[in-house]
Protein backbone atom coordinates (compact mmCIF):
# COMPACT_ATOMS: atom_id res chain seq x y z
CA UNK A 1 0.00 0.00 0.00
CA UNK A 2 1.66 3.34 -1.25
CA UNK A 3 -0.94 5.65 -0.07
CA UNK A 4 -2.37 7.99 -2.50
CA UNK A 5 -0.81 9.56 -5.21
CA UNK A 6 -1.04 12.58 -7.58
CA UNK A 7 0.71 12.88 -11.22
CA UNK A 8 1.33 16.05 -11.76
CA UNK A 9 3.11 17.33 -8.43
CA UNK A 10 3.52 20.92 -10.55
CA UNK A 11 1.87 22.52 -13.51
CA UNK A 12 2.14 25.68 -15.06
CA UNK A 13 -0.09 26.40 -18.00
CA UNK A 14 -0.88 29.58 -19.94
CA UNK A 15 -4.36 30.99 -20.03
CA UNK A 16 -6.70 29.07 -22.25
CA UNK A 17 -5.03 25.71 -22.01
CA UNK A 18 -6.08 22.43 -20.81
CA UNK A 19 -4.72 20.50 -18.25
CA UNK A 20 -5.46 16.93 -16.98
CA UNK A 21 -4.42 15.73 -13.23
CA UNK A 22 -4.67 12.59 -12.37
CA UNK A 23 -5.30 11.00 -8.64
CA UNK A 24 -4.70 6.98 -8.04
CA UNK A 25 -6.44 6.31 -4.41
CA UNK A 26 -5.36 3.25 -1.96
CA UNK A 27 -6.16 0.19 -4.14
CA UNK A 28 -8.99 -1.30 -2.01
CA UNK A 29 -10.90 2.42 -1.02
CA UNK A 30 -14.42 2.58 -3.28
CA UNK A 31 -14.72 6.59 -2.51
CA UNK A 32 -12.57 9.14 -4.41
CA UNK A 33 -12.52 12.85 -3.39
CA UNK A 34 -11.53 15.83 -4.96
CA UNK A 35 -10.84 19.46 -3.19
CA UNK A 36 -9.22 22.46 -3.91
CA UNK A 37 -7.29 24.62 -2.06
CA UNK A 38 -5.96 28.03 -2.38
CA UNK A 39 -3.54 30.01 -0.51
CA UNK A 40 -3.97 30.11 3.47
CA UNK A 41 -7.73 28.42 2.86
CA UNK A 42 -8.90 24.98 3.83
CA UNK A 43 -9.94 22.74 1.16
CA UNK A 44 -12.85 23.05 -0.51
CA UNK A 45 -14.47 20.18 -2.26
CA UNK A 46 -15.07 19.79 -5.94
CA UNK A 47 -16.38 16.40 -6.29
CA UNK A 48 -16.59 12.66 -5.21
CA UNK A 49 -17.14 9.49 -6.76
CA UNK A 50 -18.35 5.70 -5.14
CA UNK A 51 -16.52 3.09 -7.35
CA UNK A 52 -17.09 4.83 -10.92
CA UNK A 53 -20.37 6.59 -10.08
CA UNK A 54 -19.94 10.49 -10.06
CA UNK A 55 -22.20 11.25 -6.97
CA UNK A 56 -21.83 14.79 -6.46
CA UNK A 57 -20.63 17.99 -7.68
CA UNK A 58 -20.05 21.01 -5.94
CA UNK A 59 -21.23 24.13 -7.59
CA UNK A 60 -17.27 25.51 -7.82
CA UNK A 61 -17.44 22.55 -10.58
CA UNK A 62 -17.99 24.73 -13.37
CA UNK A 63 -18.94 23.29 -17.29
CA UNK A 64 -14.84 23.70 -17.85
CA UNK A 65 -14.24 21.04 -15.31
CA UNK A 66 -15.09 17.24 -15.54
CA UNK A 67 -13.92 14.10 -13.85
CA UNK A 68 -13.81 10.98 -14.53
CA UNK A 69 -13.31 7.59 -13.00
CA UNK A 70 -13.58 5.12 -15.58
CA UNK A 71 -13.23 1.56 -14.24
CA UNK A 72 -13.78 2.67 -10.21
CA UNK A 73 -9.96 2.97 -9.35
CA UNK A 74 -7.50 5.90 -11.14
CA UNK A 75 -9.56 8.75 -11.79
CA UNK A 76 -8.35 12.41 -13.72
CA UNK A 77 -9.92 16.00 -13.51
CA UNK A 78 -9.37 17.65 -16.39
CA UNK A 79 -9.94 21.86 -16.48
CA UNK A 80 -10.45 23.20 -20.27
CA UNK A 81 -9.46 26.78 -21.41
CA UNK A 82 -7.78 27.20 -17.70
CA UNK A 83 -7.92 30.69 -16.42
CA UNK A 84 -5.73 32.31 -13.73
CA UNK A 85 -8.42 32.00 -10.75
CA UNK A 86 -8.33 28.08 -11.76
CA UNK A 87 -4.65 28.51 -10.15
CA UNK A 88 -4.60 26.41 -6.88
CA UNK A 89 -3.77 23.20 -4.85
CA UNK A 90 -5.86 20.26 -6.45
CA UNK A 91 -5.99 17.45 -3.69
CA UNK A 92 -7.62 14.02 -4.10
CA UNK A 93 -8.42 12.05 -1.24
CA UNK A 94 -9.71 8.54 -0.82
CA UNK A 95 -12.15 6.49 1.66
CA UNK A 96 -13.00 3.12 2.40
CA UNK A 97 -16.61 4.05 1.62
CA UNK A 98 -18.34 4.70 5.03
CA UNK A 99 -18.53 8.27 6.09
CA UNK A 100 -17.14 7.31 9.53
CA UNK A 101 -14.12 6.04 7.35
CA UNK A 102 -10.67 8.05 7.82
CA UNK A 103 -9.95 10.50 4.71
CA UNK A 104 -6.40 9.97 2.94
CA UNK A 105 -4.78 12.45 0.92
CA UNK A 106 -2.32 12.68 -1.91
CA UNK A 107 0.19 15.17 -1.90
CA UNK A 108 -1.67 17.48 -4.46
CA UNK A 109 -1.28 19.00 -7.74
CA UNK A 110 -0.10 22.43 -7.61
CA UNK A 111 -1.68 24.45 -10.87
CA UNK A 112 -0.37 27.74 -11.85
CA UNK A 113 -2.23 29.57 -15.08
CA UNK A 114 -0.01 32.52 -16.44
CA UNK B 1 -24.97 24.27 5.79
CA UNK B 2 -21.95 23.20 8.23
CA UNK B 3 -19.44 26.20 8.53
CA UNK B 4 -16.25 25.28 10.51
CA UNK B 5 -14.24 28.09 11.87
CA UNK B 6 -10.72 27.27 13.57
CA UNK B 7 -8.95 29.87 16.27
CA UNK B 8 -6.77 31.18 16.14
CA UNK B 9 -5.22 31.55 12.65
CA UNK B 10 -1.85 31.57 14.06
CA UNK B 11 0.49 30.60 17.18
CA UNK B 12 3.86 31.26 17.88
CA UNK B 13 4.85 29.20 21.24
CA UNK B 14 8.39 28.02 22.49
CA UNK B 15 10.33 24.64 22.24
CA UNK B 16 8.21 22.29 25.32
CA UNK B 17 4.93 23.89 26.20
CA UNK B 18 2.07 22.33 25.73
CA UNK B 19 -0.62 23.82 23.35
CA UNK B 20 -4.78 23.24 22.34
CA UNK B 21 -5.62 24.41 19.09
CA UNK B 22 -9.46 24.62 18.58
CA UNK B 23 -12.17 23.57 15.82
CA UNK B 24 -15.99 24.74 16.04
CA UNK B 25 -18.96 23.68 13.82
CA UNK B 26 -22.29 25.46 13.21
CA UNK B 27 -24.31 22.00 12.85
CA UNK B 28 -23.95 19.33 15.79
CA UNK B 29 -25.21 16.32 13.64
CA UNK B 30 -21.65 14.99 12.78
CA UNK B 31 -20.47 11.63 12.32
CA UNK B 32 -16.92 12.16 13.31
CA UNK B 33 -14.21 15.15 12.75
CA UNK B 34 -11.00 14.48 11.05
CA UNK B 35 -7.52 16.49 12.72
CA UNK B 36 -4.90 16.78 9.70
CA UNK B 37 -1.66 18.21 9.55
CA UNK B 38 -0.41 19.78 6.60
CA UNK B 39 3.40 20.72 5.62
CA UNK B 40 4.12 23.70 3.11
CA UNK B 41 2.92 22.80 -0.11
CA UNK B 42 2.18 19.36 1.07
CA UNK B 43 -0.76 16.97 0.87
CA UNK B 44 -2.64 16.61 4.14
CA UNK B 45 -1.42 13.64 6.80
CA UNK B 46 -4.32 12.30 8.94
CA UNK B 47 -3.82 12.67 12.50
CA UNK B 48 -6.81 11.83 14.28
CA UNK B 49 -10.85 10.79 13.71
CA UNK B 50 -12.56 11.08 16.23
CA UNK B 51 -16.28 9.29 16.13
CA UNK B 52 -19.69 11.38 17.33
CA UNK B 53 -19.67 8.68 20.08
CA UNK B 54 -16.07 9.22 21.50
CA UNK B 55 -15.39 12.15 23.80
CA UNK B 56 -11.57 11.70 23.01
CA UNK B 57 -9.26 10.17 20.63
CA UNK B 58 -5.14 10.30 21.52
CA UNK B 59 -2.19 9.09 19.57
CA UNK B 60 1.43 9.41 20.97
CA UNK B 61 1.75 13.97 22.17
CA UNK B 62 -2.02 14.57 20.67
CA UNK B 63 -5.33 14.70 22.32
CA UNK B 64 -8.54 15.47 20.61
CA UNK B 65 -11.45 15.84 22.04
CA UNK B 66 -15.18 16.29 21.20
CA UNK B 67 -17.99 18.19 22.30
CA UNK B 68 -20.99 17.70 19.84
CA UNK B 69 -23.41 19.71 21.88
CA UNK B 70 -21.62 22.82 22.00
CA UNK B 71 -19.97 21.91 18.69
CA UNK B 72 -16.64 22.04 19.17
CA UNK B 73 -13.39 20.30 19.21
CA UNK B 74 -9.67 20.35 20.78
CA UNK B 75 -6.67 19.10 19.44
CA UNK B 76 -4.13 18.97 22.59
CA UNK B 77 -0.48 18.46 21.46
CA UNK B 78 2.55 17.77 24.37
CA UNK B 79 5.57 18.76 24.67
CA UNK B 80 5.93 20.57 21.44
CA UNK B 81 8.61 20.38 19.03
CA UNK B 82 10.08 22.61 16.46
CA UNK B 83 9.34 19.67 13.98
CA UNK B 84 5.80 19.84 15.29
CA UNK B 85 5.34 23.11 13.20
CA UNK B 86 2.34 22.74 10.78
CA UNK B 87 -0.69 23.70 9.55
CA UNK B 88 -3.48 21.86 11.43
CA UNK B 89 -7.07 21.46 9.89
CA UNK B 90 -9.90 20.12 11.56
CA UNK B 91 -12.70 18.64 8.96
CA UNK B 92 -16.34 17.23 9.21
CA UNK B 93 -17.88 15.17 6.53
CA UNK B 94 -21.41 15.02 5.67
CA UNK B 95 -23.24 11.86 5.19
CA UNK B 96 -21.93 11.59 2.09
CA UNK B 97 -18.66 11.87 2.97
CA UNK B 98 -16.92 14.73 1.29
CA UNK B 99 -15.89 17.05 4.22
CA UNK B 100 -15.85 20.72 5.15
CA UNK B 101 -12.67 22.08 6.39
CA UNK B 102 -11.43 25.09 8.69
CA UNK B 103 -8.77 27.50 7.36
CA UNK B 104 -6.49 25.92 9.42
CA UNK B 105 -4.16 26.85 12.32
CA UNK B 106 -1.02 27.56 11.96
CA UNK B 107 1.83 26.41 14.62
CA UNK B 108 5.14 27.77 15.33
CA UNK B 109 7.50 25.81 17.41
CA UNK B 110 10.68 27.96 18.24
CA UNK B 111 13.84 25.93 19.14
Known amino acids: DTGVSQDPRHKITKRGQNVTFRCDPI?????LYWYRQTLGQGPEFLTY????????KSRLLSDRFSAERPKGSFSTLEIQRTEQGDSAMYLC????????????FGPGTRLLVL | KQEVTQIPAALSVPEGENLVLNCSFT??????LQWFRQDPGKGLTSLLL?????REQTSGRLNASLDKSSGRSTLYIAASQPGDSATYLC??????????FGDGTTLTVKP
Open chain 1, 93 to 104: ASSLGAVRETQY
Open chain 1, 27 to 31: SEHNR
Open chain 1, 49 to 56: FQNEAQLE
Open chain 2, 27 to 32: DSAIYN
Open chain 2, 50 to 54: IQSSQ
Open chain 2, 91 to 100: AVPTNAGKST
